[in-house]
């Protein structure tokens, strides 16, 4: 059957095309045609996944990955993703549209939908992190964490690693790691928290079904104001609280070190220890000046005595004066 369009919204230049399957036609077709007149995206699209948002599509010729949205998310997955660049696949192509349809029936409904057409990480370079995988590069995936809080102002703390499929990625040959599926990313209001956080998703990838014990370590790890316990020691969060912590010493670390240096805890000097340069202290100043006053005046006496007759070298030369006559 020929392609079905809306001459008044053209939708032909991307479309579902459908195989009947005992006589039922899916919620989504089995393939999707791209025809933009563009080499790098265009051809055809075959049925790879599909998950509780929407499905994906893949053009293993050109190496893309065509993502269908049924929610928009208010366009923020997108944006998000090419926000954070290097770490996430590059994006070719997103819209919010209707899709064509090669057959009576309407692809997702009729109803718009997100379009993003992206690299394709494929599991012949790349591989997913879960479990060990991210105990391994687990340091690597801290600083991905901690980029994407710090530089990005973005966090997940519900699905990072995946629930439905892994979104955590590395590259075989560069060990390069990037994140995929930003439609569960939100603005990050709370650094520390949300690193935590994002670290605890980690946590619960290693360990599944944590005891009660556990989550107790759990809980005093994620409370920055309590000391980790000997026996909470050795987990992963543990090892993300202190990455963090070395990346932002604690408040307490900075004040130790400004006492160390004669610095009260505003970090400006204290009056008690005030110091000139050379570290001479105000006392020891004083002393110096009263030294150099008596200095001078035993100098003034000095250069009295030599004036006119009043001093031995004065009544010396008056001697010599009273001989030659």
């Given at each position: 059957m020929g392609d079905i369009v809306d001459m008044e919204n053209p939708i032909d230049d991307i479309v579902g095309l459908y195989s009947e399957l005992d006589g039922q036609i899916g919620w989504y077709p089995d393939t999707v045609r791209v025809n933009m007149e563009r080499e790098d995206i265009d051809g055809n699209y075959t049925f790879m996944a599909?998950?509780?948002?929407?499905?994906v599509f893949l053009n293993e010729e050109k190496q893309k990955i065509?993502?269908?949205n049924y929610n928009a998310f208010g366009g923020k997955e997108v944006i998000y993703q090419k926000k954070v660049g290097a770490i996430a696949p590059q994006i070719f192509y997103d819209d919010i549209r209707k899709v064509g349809s090669d057959n009576t029936a309407e692809a997702f409904g009729g109803i718009a939908v997100q379009i993003i057409i992206m690299e394709y990480l494929n599991p012949d370079k790349w591989v997913p992190l879960r479990g060990v995988?991210?105990?391994?590069?687990?340091?690597?995936i801290f600083e991905l964490i901690y980029?994407?809080?710090n530089d990005h102002n973005i966090k997940n703390v519900t699905d990072l690693v995946g629930q439905t499929g892994s979104h955590i990625w590395k590259n075989k040959?560069?060990?390069e790691i990037k994140v995929i599926d930003y439609g569960e990313f939100k603005e990050s209001t709370d650094p520390?928290?949300?690193?935590?956080?994002m670290v605890d998703r980690l946590q619960y990838s290693v360990i599944q079904d944590p005891t009660d014990e556990i989550k107790d370590c759990y809980k005093n790890i994620m409370d920055f104001s309590k000391e980790v316990t000997n026996a909470c020691k050795g987990y992963l969060l543990e090892q993300g609280r202190t990455f963090w912590?070395?990346?932002?010493?604690r408040r307490s670390q900075r004040i130790s070190s400004k006492s160390k240096y004669g610095l009260g805890i505003s970090g400006t000097i204290n009056k008690t220890n005030k110091t000139r340069r050379g570290g001479t202290s105000k006392r020891k100043n004083s002393f110096r000046k009263n030294k150099r006053k008596s200095k001078r005046r035993k100098n003034k006496g000095l250069r009295k005595s030599n004036g006119k007759g009043n001093g031995k070298r004065g009544n010396k030369s008056k001697s010599k004066r009273?001989?030659?006559k």
């Open positions: 599909s998950g509780g948002g929407g499905v065509l993502k269908v995988g991210i105990i391994t590069y687990r340091v690597k980029t994407l809080i040959d560069t060990e520390k928290y949300d690193f935590i956080m912590e070395k990346k932002n010493p009273k001989y030659r």
